[in-house]
C-alpha cells in the first residue's frame, strides 16, 4: 500500500459500505433476496415516481482531465497500484476509459461499458464514440479505489489532430455526471485544454473542478517551475471564473527507482488524494440525505394516495346518494306517464265499447270516471306525456352524468400500499442508523 493513512482508509472502507448497503434498499430492498422483497426504486416505480426517484450509483466517479501526457493515466495506475491504462508519450488515450474494481479482471468495450454503467446509456448517442470507450475493471482495492470510479478522457492535443468523436462535447457531457473533476496541467499545456477548462468553467460544475500541475519533477529548477505555474495561471485567468482563489499545487508521481523518497520538488500528491477522498465523503452525505428524501418523497406520494382513496369513497357516496334520488325521481315521472297513458287507454276502450254491448268492466263506477276523466283530458294529455316524458329523460339523464364513480382502491392494493409505507420507514430508519454510524466513524477517525 502506497501512501494512503490509516484514516483516510477507514472512511473509505466506511463510505464503501454505507454506498453499498445505500444501493442494496434501493435495489433489493431489506431483506435482499427474501421472497417479495421490494426496494425504494421498486416502490417509487409502482407509484408513478420512476423519473423523481433514481438508484443512487455504488461509488463516485472522479473524471481526469487534461492535455496528452499530462500524466492521467499514470496517476490512475498510480492510485490503484496496477498498470490498467497505457501510458507514454505516444497518443494512448484516443477515447474514455472507466477503471473500477471488480471481482475478475476483465476488458470491457465500448456497448458492454454502456450496460455496466447504466447512467452512461445516453454517451452511446455521440457519433463514432462506442468504439473508443472502455471499462477496464481490475480486483485492486487500493486507497479509496473500492468506492472510486476513473474516467480517464482522451489526450487533448492542438493542431489538426482528428478525434473520432466530438471530445469536447462528450467530456462536457460526462461532467454532468460525475462527482468530481481533477484538471492536470503539466508544463506543455495546450490550447485544447484551456478551451475545455473554459468550457467546464460555464457549467454549474465549479465546486467539482480541482486543478493540478502534474510532472513537476520534469522542471527541476525552482524558478523555471513557478514561471511555469505563473504562465498557466495567467493563461486560465481569463478563462475560468473565481480566479482570485485559484490555486494550482503541483505534484508527481513518486520515483519508484528511489522509492519515492522526496526530491526537494513541493507534492502535492496526498492532496489529490485527499480531493478523491473528499468527494467520497460528500458523496456519502449526499446520498444519505438524498435517501431520506426520497423516503419522504415515497410515503407523501402513499399518503397523498390514500387521502385521494378517501375523498373519492367520500365523493362515490355523495354521488350515489344524488344519483339515486335523480333516478328514484325519473322512475316516478316514468310511473306516471305510464299511469297517464294506461288511463288514456282505459279510457279509450270504454269509449268504444260503449257504442257495442258495454262489458260489465266498462260499465262499471270506474269506467265511468275514467270516460269522464278522459273526455275532460284528452285534448292535455299529450303536453302532459310530453312534459313527462321531458322529466323522465332530464332525471335519467342527470342520474346518468351524476353517479358516476371515481376510482377506489381495493383490498389487495390498500394492504400494497400498508406494505410499501412499513417498507419505507422501516428503510428510512435504516437511513438514520446509517448516518448516525458514518458520522460516529468520521468522529472517531479525528479524534485519533
Ligand atoms: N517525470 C514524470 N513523468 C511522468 C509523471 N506522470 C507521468 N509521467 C510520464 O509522462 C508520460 C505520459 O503519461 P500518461 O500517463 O500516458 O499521460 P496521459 O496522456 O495524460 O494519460 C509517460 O511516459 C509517463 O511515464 C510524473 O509525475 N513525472
Ligand atoms: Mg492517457
Known sequence: MNGTSGAGEVIASASEQVLKRINELYGAGLSAGAPGAIGLKGIADALGLAKQIRKPRKKISVMIVGNHSAGKSSFINWYIGERVCKTGVAIETRGFILCTSGRKRETLTGDATIRYFDYLEDLGGFQGLLPNLFTEITTSTERSFACVDFVDTPGLVDGDMKYPFPVKDSI??????????????????????????????????????????????????????????????????????????????????????????????????????????????????????????????????????????????????????????????????????????????????????????????????LAQALRSWDARLDELLPFIAGALMCVVLALGGAAKVVWRHEPVLDRRQQKRLEEYSAVVARVAQQAELLYEQYFLTLANVEER
Open 172 to 365: 462536457m457531457w460526462m461532467a454532468d455526471h460525475v462527482d468530481l473533476i481533477l484538471v492536470f496541467f503539466d508544463p506543455a499545456t495546450c490550447k485544447r485544454t484551456m478551451e475545455v477548462v473554459e468550457q467546464l468553467n460555464n457549467t454549474h460544475h465549479l465546486e467539482k473542478i480541482h486543478y493540478f500541475m502534474s510532472k513537476a519533477d520534469e522542471v527541476t529548477d525552482e524558478r523555471d517551475r513557478q514561471r511555469v505555474l505563473i504562465q498557466i495561471t495567467q493563461n486560465l485567468a481569463t478563462r475560468i471564473r473565481n480566479s482570485h482563489a485559484f490555486n494550482l499545487p503541483t505534484f508527481y508521481l513518486p520515483h519508484e527507482d528511489d522509492g519515492g523518497l522526496p526530491c526537494g520538488i513541493p507534492n502535492a500528491i496526498e492532496d489529490v488524494c485527499g480531493e478523491i477522498d473528499k468527494a467520497i465523503n460528500q458523496t456519502v452525505q449526499k446520498t444519505l440525505r438524498q435517501l431520506k428524501a426520497d423516503c419522504a418523497t415515497i410515503q407523501a406520494a402513499i399518503e397523498q394516495r390514500r387521502q385521494q382513496d378517501a375523498a373519492n369513497r367520500e365523493t362515490n357516496a355523495a354521488r350515489t346518494a344524488r344519483g339515486a334520488l335523480l333516478a328514484a325521481g325519473s322512475l316516478l315521472a316514468l310511473l306516471l306517464l305510464a299511469g297517464a297513458l294506461g288511463a288514456r287507454a282505459a279510457g279509450a276502450v270504454c269509449g268504444a265499447a260503449s257504442g257495442a254491448a258495454a262489458s260489465s268492466v266498462c260499465s262499471s263506477g
